[in-house]
C-alpha cells in the first residue's frame, strides 16, 4: 500500500539530517527506557511487598471486636425512664470477652464450605516480652501450627529451627525473626511472657519466621493454642479469631460478607485488612504511569518539534513532489513514515536501556532496613512491560508526526513553485 | 488536426489581498508536437496560465481539456496520477531534490508511475540523462551540479515518463545564453520529433522567435497569436 518510492524519499530524508534524527530518536529512547526503568522498579517493590504482606495476612479473618456502642444502656431496665431522666456520664465498655462464641461449630461448618481450602481457630492477644528489665510489647497468637502454615507462607519464611517442634516441645515459641533479636534470643532460649492482666509464663524458643515485613517480624510470635488458653486463664473452647483460606482467593470479599451476616462478627478479607498497603501499590502505579506519560509527551513534542522544522524545510521538495504527481497521501506518508521509523528506533533502544538500567538498579544493594528485608533492590523483568513500553512509544511517535504530515499534505505547491 | 489541449472561457480571480481578475476569458487550443511560447510583460498573468493548465491550481472558471479528457473538476488525487503521466514540468529554478544523486532524481517520477521495474527504471533514466549530456554526472549529488547543469537535470526528470506536453515557466530564465541556446535545442528537437508538445512561458524574445508559435498576452488577455511556420 505504501509505494517504495515515498518509503526511499523518507529514509533520504531521515539519514541526510543523522544529528536531527538521532536527537529526536533519543528522546523517545530515554522516555522509554525511564519508563520500564519505573514500571519494573515499582512493580518489582508492589509485587514484594504484596507478597509478603498477603502472604501473612488470611483470606478471610473473622473476629470479635469490642464494641464501642454506647447509646443504650441497661439503665432503663432499671429504673422508669417514663419518671426519670437517667443520664450515665463517661460511660465504659464492660469487660467483655473478645471471644466467638461456639467456635467449634463455625469451624467444622467451614471446613464443610467447598470454597474453604483451610481454617484456622487461634487465640489472639497483646503479650509483652520480657528480656531482664526490658518489656517489649507484641502480639501472640495460640494456633494449632500444622493448620495454620496451610494458610500462610509460614513454612517458606521459617529462618531458623523447625515449625514441628512447637508440636514436640512443652510451652514451645515460634518467633518473630527481628523479635528474637531484640531479645537477643535464640533457638533453645528461654523468654518470659506476660499478659496485659499480669499472668505470665515462660516459653522455649523452638524457631524464628521472616516474612520480610517489620509490621509482623518484628511483633508476632506463635504458640501452641493450648499454651495461651493456659497462659490466660481460658477454657479450650476460648477463641478469638478465625483464619480462612478460600481455594479462590478472588472470592475473599464476598466470603467476607457473607460470614459476617450469617454470625454477625467482624469479618475482613485480606484487600480491607491490607488497605493501606494497597493505597501504596495504587500510589506508586499512578506515580509511574503520570511519570511515564510526561517523559513520552516531551518526546513527543520534540519530534512535533522538529517533524514541523523539517516540514518548513522541505517546502520546495513538497511542491516539487506535488508537480511531478505525489498526491496529498504520498506526501502524509512520506513525512509519517519519517516519525514512526524515529519511534521505532527509539523505542526499541528504549526498551535495551530499560533492561539495562533495570538490570543496574537490580544489582544495587538495597540500604539495610527495619521494616523491609531485603538484600537488593526488588526489580521485576516482565515482557509485557517491554511490549506496552514499545507500543505505547510507537502510538506517541505516530501521533507527534501525524499533524505535521497533515500540514505537508496540505501545502500548495504553486505558491512555492512560481517562487 | 490532432488536438492535444484547449481552453474554453477561462476566468480566474485572486481575492487577497483585493478582488484581481488575473485571467480573462482565454480562449484556445494547441496541436500536437507545437512548440509554443507564452510571451508578455512581466505581471500579465502568463505564470498564472501555465499553473492552470498544469492543473496544480484547480482554482479558475472554465474548462481545460488535455488530451481530449476535461481536467476541470477531476479530484486532487486523480489529477496527481494525471500530471504524473502527462505532464512533464521545468522552471525557472530546477528543484530537484538535494539530497538525491541526479540519476535518483530522474527516476522518481518513474517510480511514482511504478509502470516498470527499478532496473529499467534506471536505464530508461540514464538514457533521458544521456540525450540532456548528463550521463557523466548521473551519480553526483544534485546539490552539487551548476546551474546549467541542474536546469539539464531536471528536463532529463520532466521527459522521464514521456509526457505529452513539456511545460517550462522560463526554463531558461536562469541561464547563460549558451546554456540556453543547449536548453532551447533540447526542447526544439523533442517537439519536431513530434511525440512532444512544448509550452513555455519566456521572456527572451530571441528564444520566443524560433518557436512555432507565439501567444502573447497582456493584463490577463490574449492579445495575439502568430503562428511562424
Ligand atoms: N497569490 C497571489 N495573490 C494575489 N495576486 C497574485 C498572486 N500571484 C500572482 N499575483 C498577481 O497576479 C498577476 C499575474 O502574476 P503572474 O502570473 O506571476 O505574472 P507573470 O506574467 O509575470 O508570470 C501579477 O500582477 C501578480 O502580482
Ligand atoms: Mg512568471
Known amino acids: ?419 | 488536426m490532432n488536438e492535444i489541449l484547449s481552453v474554453r472561457n477561462l476566468n480566474k480571480h485572486f481575492t487577497e489581498p483585493e478582488d484581481f481578475h488575473v485571467l480573462k476569458n482565454i480562449n484556445f487550443s494547441i496541436q500536437k508536437g507545437e512548440f509554443v511560447s507564452v510571451v508578455g510583460k512581466s505581471g500579465c498573468g502568463k505564470s498564472t496560465l501555465l499553473y492552470l493548465l498544469s492543473t496544480l491550481d484547480t482554482n479558475y472558471t472554465g474548462e481545460i481539456f488535455i488530451g481530449g479528457e476535461k481536467v476541470s473538476g477531476m479530484k486532487h488525487k486523480a489529477l496527481a496520477a494525471f500530471r504524473n503521466e502527462h505532464i512533464g514540468f521545468v522552471f525557472q529554478f530546477h528543484f530537484l531534490l538535494p539530497e538525491f544523486s541526479a540519476l535518483e532524481n530522474v527516476m522518481i517520477p518513474a517510480q511514482k508511475a511504478g509502470k516498470f521495474p527499478l532496473s529499467e527504471i534506471k536505464d530508461r533514466a540514464y538514457e533521458k540523462l544521456k540525450l540532456l549530456d548528463m550521463h557523466e554526472h548521473a551519480h553526483k549529488l544534485s546539490s552539487r551540479l551548476s546551474g546549467g547543469q541542474a536546469q539539464r537535470v531536471a528536463i532529463a526528470r520532466a521527459l522521464i515518463n514521456e509526457p505529452s506536453i513539456i511545460m517550462g515557466d522560463e526554463p531558461t530564465g536562469n541561464l547563460d545564453s549558451a546554456n540556453t541556446q543547449t536548453v532551447f535545442q533540447i526542447l526544439k528537437d523533442l517537439s519536431s520529433s513530434g511525440k512532444q508538445t512544448i509550452i513555455t512561458v519566456t521572456h527572451d524574445s530571441e528564444f520566443a522567435a524560433n518557436c512555432d508559435r507565439i501567444i502573447e498576452m497582456k493584463d490577463g488577455e490574449i492579445i495575439g497569436d502568430e503562428k511562424m511556420r
Do not use: C
Not at chain 1, 464494641?67 to 456520664?89: A, P
Not at chain 1, 535495551?352 to 528485608?373: R, T
Open chain 1, 1 to 419: 500500500m505504501i509505494s517504495r518510492v515515498n518509503f526511499k524519499i523518507a529514509k533520504t530524508h531521515l539519514l541526510a539530517k543523522k544529528k536531527q534524527t538521532l536527537v529526536a530518536m533519543l528522546g523517545v529512547t530515554f522516555g522509554i527506557g525511564m519508563y520500564i526503568l519505573m514500571i519494573s522498579f515499582m512493580s518489582g517493590f508492589n509485587e514484594y511487598l504484596s507478597d509478603a504482606m498477603l502472604s501473612a495476612t488470611p483470606d478471610v479473618h473473622l473476629y470479635n471486636d469490642i464494641k464501642t456502642d454506647y447509646s443504650h444502656s441497661i439503665l432503663s431496665d432499671v429504673y422508669d425512664t417514663s419518671k426519670y431522666l437517667s443520664v450515665v456520664h463517661h460511660p465504659k465498655p464492660k469487660d467483655i470477652q473478645p471471644n466467638i462464641k461456639n467456635p467449634l461449630a463455625i469451624v467444622n461448618s467451614l471446613k464443610s464450605d467447598e470454597r474453604v481450602l483451610a481454617v484456622s481457630p487461634q487465640l489472639t492477644t497483646q503479650i509483652f516480652y520480657n528480656s531482664g528489665p526490658v518489656q517489649i510489647n507484641g502480639s501472640l497468637q495460640g494456633v494449632n501450627i500444622i493448620e495454620d502454615a496451610k494458610l500462610t507462607s509460614l513454612r517458606t519464611k521459617i529462618k531458623t529451627g523447625k515449625i514441628e517442634s512447637l508440636l514436640t516441645t512443652s510451652n514451645g515459641i515460634l518467633m518473630g525473626h527481628g523479635l528474637s533479636k531484640k531479645l537477643n534470643v535464640k533457638v533453645g532460649d528461654a523468654v518470659n511472657l506476660a499478659t496485659p492482666k499480669g499472668n505470665s509464663m515462660r516459653f522455649r524458643v523452638v524457631g524464628t519466621f521472616q516474612f520480610g515485613v517489620g509490621s509482623i517480624d518484628n511483633i508476632r510470635s506463635y504458640v501452641n493454642l493450648a499454651s495461651v488458653q493456659q497462659l490466660m486463664g481460658k477454657n479450650s473452647q476460648f477463641i478469638t479469631d478465625i483464619n480462612i483460606k478460600l481455594k479462590n482467593n478472588a472470592q475473599s470479599a464476598a466470603m467476607a460478607k457473607e460470614l459476617k451476616n450469617r454470625y454477625h462478627y467482624v469479618s475482613e478479607d485480606w484487600k480491607t485488612a491490607n488497605a493501606s498497603a494497597m493505597v501504596g501499590i495504587t500510589v506508586r502505579d499512578v506515580m509511574t504511569i503520570v511519570v511515564s506519560f510526561t517523559l513520552l509527551v516531551v518526546a513527543g513534542f520534540g519530534i512535533y518539534n522538529i517533524m514541523n522544522m523539517t516540514i518548513q524545510n522541505k517546502l520546495k521538495d513538497i511542491a516539487i513532489l506535488k508537480a511531478q504527481g505525489f498526491s496529498a497521501q504520498d506526501v502524509r506518508q512520506i513525512f509519517l513514515l519519517q516519525s514512526i521509523t524515529i519511534g521505532v528506533l527509539g523505542a526499541l533502544f528504549g526498551m535495551v536501556l530499560g533492561y539495562i538500567m533495570s538490570y543496574g538498579v537490580y544489582s544495587l544493594p538495597f540500604p539495610s532496613n527495619e521494616m523491609i528485608s531485603i538484600t537488593r533492590f526488588p526489580v521485576t523483568f516482565h515482557w509485557y512491560h517491554y511490549v506496552f513500553g514499545l507500543v505505547f512509544g510507537i502510538i506517541t511517535t505516530f501521533f507527534a508526526g501525524f499533524f505535521p504530515s497533515i500540514k505537508a499534505g496540505k501545502i500548495d505547491p504553486v505558491e512555492i513553485l512560481r517562487g
